[in-house]
């Protein structure tokens, strides 16, 4: 059972939640009710540090989970905000928790999920790592390009993927201009492609 299996068993507990484009869904610092599912749409996850600064955790799309550690945690450590129309579903902290202690095997596909996380994290952590900003973008594009077209879909804006690569918006862009110039890459409908071979 993985959790997208699991999840359908329990969907009819779910309370989904239209959003609109620039919708906040919780903000760092909100009590944690639960998690949620996207249904439809893209939310943007971001943090704002001691120093104020503002931190892109993550762009979730349909068939993502977020706010996971509401399940452990009294408050949201981030803000969830709606970047298109989005529906999410809530799934209650005490009703998920109850079956996991029923349900083995719900556990055991919510642990694999949480694992799939820590991996991806660590892939951004070692690409954070990379000081070349077109290596690091060469690392994320190479991470993520499927298709025949070897394409990568921007996540939401230039600036968000910027911030999801730890570099300013003005060094993505003018990396991506050259990567384009050099025929490593082309922009097309909001997607990346791979002209180089991988």
């Known amino acids: 059972m993985d959790v997208k299996d699991w999840l359908a068993t329990i969907q009819g507990t779910g309370i989904a939640r239209k959003l609109a484009a620039g919708q906040m869904l919780y903000d760092q610092g909100d009590p944690a009710i639960g998690l949620y599912e996207v249904v439809s749409g893209k939310l943007r996850q971001v943090r704002v540090d001691p120093e104020g600064r503002v931190v892109v955790v993550g762009i979730a799309c349909a068939g993502d989970m977020i706010a996971e550690g509401a399940l452990f945690s009294p408050i949201h450590d981030c803000a969830a905000t709606a970047v298109t129309k989005a529906v999410v579903r809530l799934y209650r902290k005490a009703r998920l928790l109850a079956e996991f202690e029923r349900n083995p095997d719900a556990s055991l596909a919510f642990m694999a999920m949480l694992f799939g996380q820590i991996l991806n994290l660590r892939v951004r952590l070692e690409r954070r790592s990379i000081q070349s900003a077109r290596d ?10 499927g298709g025949k077209e070897q394409a990568v879909a921007l996540p939401s804006t230039v600036k968000d993927l910027a911030a999801e690569l730890g570099l300013t918006h003005e060094a993505l862009y003018r990396t991506l201009s050259a990567m384009t110039a050099s025929g490593e890459i082309a922009r097309r409908n909001g997607k990346i492609c791979l002209l180089a071979p991988l």
Do not use: E, I
């Not at 690091?136 to 390009?145: G, I, K, Q």
């Open 136 to 145: 690091r973008v060469l690392h994320y594009l190479t991470a993520n390009a």
